[in-house]
């Protein structure tokens, strides 16, 4: 069974400051991994989608890198602004049916 | 992007009461949809996956009987909590997917803003 690991579950930064969000995952056999925005009572905001085969992807800020073989990934975000918190979730694709198992997620506090 | 809205966005109800929530695709067909749900501090939890005009396929541990599905058309799908108590009190999100060229592992999946339910 598929589990998703991010650790620590809060995260509070000065604003300016660069940041790893870490996620691990059990099972090396995925599709693809996601990394997901989630603010406060809302639903989930895309950020980043990795393939398995490949070993990065960015999006502005944003870098997402996966090792798949050692099950894990990093987000990656650059000179972090207040409007970068939110709670950060990580998901694989891997079965079958292609589910997604999601992390608890990551709450991050950019202070000004 | 595609977009995927939930109706009601909230809803309070009396203890053993039925609760509808729909989730549609606004800008896209969606062959697949899924629903969550989340509680506070916590993960998202499968609850159920559903094909258009199949039944939907339950996550172990979810209650079919109680927790309704259907997925009556390719942009609407709609879950009931039937006979809904406290406990069941949660955020429910959904999602939905698209096929293309038979590979999943390009689509991303497209997630609704939840429904935040409270039972009193």
């Known amino acids: 069974k598929q589990e998703v690991t991010q650790i620590p579950a809060a995260l509070s930064v000065p604003e300016g400051e660069n940041l790893v969000l870490n996620c691990s995952f059990t099972d090396s056999a995925i599709y693809n991994l996601q990394w997901f925005r989630q603010d406060p009572g809302k639903g989930l905001t895309s950020l980043l989608l990795i393939q398995s085969s490949q070993r990065e992807q960015t999006s502005g800020r944003l870098n997402a890198s996966l090792d798949k073989s050692s099950g894990r990934s990093t987000l990656y975000i650059a000179a972090s602004q207040p409007g970068d918190s939110a709670t950060y979730l990580c998901a694989v694709m891997t079965g079958a049916n292609s589910k997604l198992t999601f992390g608890k997620g990551i709450t991050l506090s950019v202070r000004p | 992007g595609a977009v995927v809205s939930q109706h009601p966005s909230w809803v309070i109800c009396k203890s053993g009461t039925s609760v509808k929530i729909e989730c549609r695709s606004l800008d896209f067909q969606a062959t697949t949809m899924f629903w969550y749900r989340q509680f506070p501090k916590q993960s998202l939890m499968l609850m159920a996956t559903s094909n258009e005009g199949s039944k939907a396929t339950y996550e172990q541990g979810v209650e079919k009987d109680k927790f309704l599905i259907n997925h009556a058309s390719l942009t609407l799908s709609t879950l009931t909590v039937t006979s809904a108590h406290p406990e069941d009190s949660s955020f429910y999100i959904c999602?939905?997917?698209?096929?293309?060229?038979?590979?999943?592992?390009?689509?991303?999946?497209?997630f609704g803003p939840g429904t935040r339910l409270l039972v009193l």
């Open positions: 999602s939905a997917r698209v096929l293309a060229g038979g590979r999943w592992a390009q689509e991303t999946q497209y």
